[in-house]
């Protein structure tokens, strides 16, 4: 998988869902995580207010699946607001493969540890060689079914699920992507249809959405990545990422408008004229 997903996060689970994954491993490895739990208050604080660096550094300081779980969620957040060329992209998720493959490994119902597992891999593949990136892809591809067996109702289990298709299908072609790895455009589209029945207004989402169909390339993506980004303009999120988000938004509509114009001259939107 080589989501950029945003979400992208992009794509990141909702406080609530995050929550929730902590609550439940309290109950699961009983007081001793449940203190654990609250002496992450701060990291969470800090994530909250887009401080990832100091969220990872404070989540990093304490031992449960739950601090992990943090950890991992501030490295990837960092890296999917930078460029997907950019080293340090590659450097973030080798570390936030370490935490979210730990958690997965003491607690394996924590949904969150999954997807992060998944969307590390599909930024790791975007800086190996081929054979590497392919072993990679398939991996995330595990960690997906893993978190839709846990949690197939939960948006961004969906908008997970849909970005690994529609990123793999618009980076190698409908034909390899589905001979390869069994991806499918339809697959991706139908899965992110249903993200959006359970979280319509999710800014994250609708970011992450609008890069997968920008990748897409096909003759609706310029208008429903368009769509997407005026919705999330019009919902004006006030948290850190939603905002940062907000930042990015001329960059993608720029890529939008190279797009259209790349089909109107019927080249590939890499290939403008100077």
């Not at 300081?61 to 779980?69: E, F, H, I, K, Y």
């Not at 997807?115 to 398939?138: C, F, S």
């Not at 907000?246 to 993608?252: E, H, T, Y």
């Amino acid at each position: 998988m080589t989501p950029q997903i945003t979400h992208l996060r992009g794509r990141r689970l909702s406080k609530d869902c995050f929550l929730a994954a902590l609550i439940f491993a309290s109950l699961l490895l009983g007081p001793a995580h449940a203190e654990q739990v609250g002496r992450l208050a701060p990291a969470e604080r800090a994530y909250m207010a887009g401080d990832y660096d100091q969220a990872a550094s404070l989540a990093h300081g304490q031992t449960s699946p739950a601090a992990a779980v943090l950890t991992a969620r501030a490295l990837l957040t960092k890296a999917l607001l930078l460029d997907v060329k950019d080293p340090e992209v590659f450097a973030l998720a080798n570390a936030a493969l370490v935490y979210a493959d730990a958690a997965r490994a003491v607690v394996p119902g924590l949904v969150e540890a999954h997807l992060d597992a998944a969307i590390a891999r599909g930024l790791q593949a975007d800086h190996l060689p081929v054979d590497e990136a392919i072993t990679k892809v398939e991996e995330a591809r595990a960690a997906i079914d893993q978190a839709l067996m846990l949690a197939p109702n939960d948006p961004w289990v969906q908008a997970t699920e849909g970005g690994w298709h529609l990123t793999l299908t618009g980076r190698l072609g409908t034909l390899a992507a589905n001979l390869m790895f069994g991806a499918s455009r339809s697959k991706g589209l139908a899965a992110f249809e249903r993200a959006f029945v359970l979280a319509p207004d999710d800014a994250k989402l609708l970011y992450h959405y609008a890069k997968v169909r920008i990748l897409q390339g096909d003759g609706q993506a310029p208008h429903e990545a368009r769509a997407a980004l005026r919705h999330l303009q019009q919902l004006a999120p006030q948290d850190a990422l939603g905002q940062s988000l907000l930042k990015l938004m001329p960059n993608l509509m720029a890529e939008i408008d190279a797009l259209e114009l790349a089909r109107s001259n019927h080249l590939p939107a890499n290939h403008l004229p100077d």
